[in-house]
């Protein structure tokens, strides 16, 4: 396969991933707003399957979750760096999408429920490898 379709491939499985992680949140707000029970629980099936399908392709398959989670006792030089680098830029992401969202949620009075600190722990964990998908071209 060539490096410039890998690379896309993996791109699109980032955004799928992310994009799905959001919906779910946002479906579960809604539902719980509007109180429609039927339409949350088809919505939000179909959100988690295609979440975990993604992130099965993308973050399993290729490695990038096992590589990102590895000690660095296992991991050379260029692994630290990259890893390093992915973590830097990761949690500067992070940081602001927290801020906005705990800004965002002042702003309207809105309270934190468990599904939204859940999709942030799960964001955490996947930024860095979403990162070096992102950036790393294959060889």
């Not at 491939?9 to 029970?37: D, H, P, Q, W």
Request: with cysteine; net charge positive; aromatic share 10%.
């Amino acid at each position: 396969m060539k490096p410039e379709k890998t690379t896309k491939n993996r791109r699109v499985g980032v955004i799928i991933t992310i994009l799905s992680l959001c919906a779910m949140v946002i479906i579960f707000e809604f539902c719980k707003i509007n109180r429609n029970v039927t339409l949350f629980i088809a919505t939000e099936i179909i959100a988690l399957i295609i979440f975990l399908v993604s992130f099965a392709l993308t973050f399993i398959k290729t490695g990038l979750w096992q590589f990102t989670h590895k000690s660095l006792k296992k991991l050379d030089e260029r692994e630290i760096a990259l890893t390093s680098k992915s973590l830097r830029i990761a949690y500067a992401i992070f940081t602001v999408v927290i801020l906005f969202l705990l800004l965002s949620l002042a702003i309207f009075n809105a309270a934190i429920d468990v599904v939204l600190v859940a999709a942030l722990i799960l964001l955490a964990h996947i930024l860095p490898a979403s990162v070096i998908a992102w950036t790393e071209n294959e060889e």
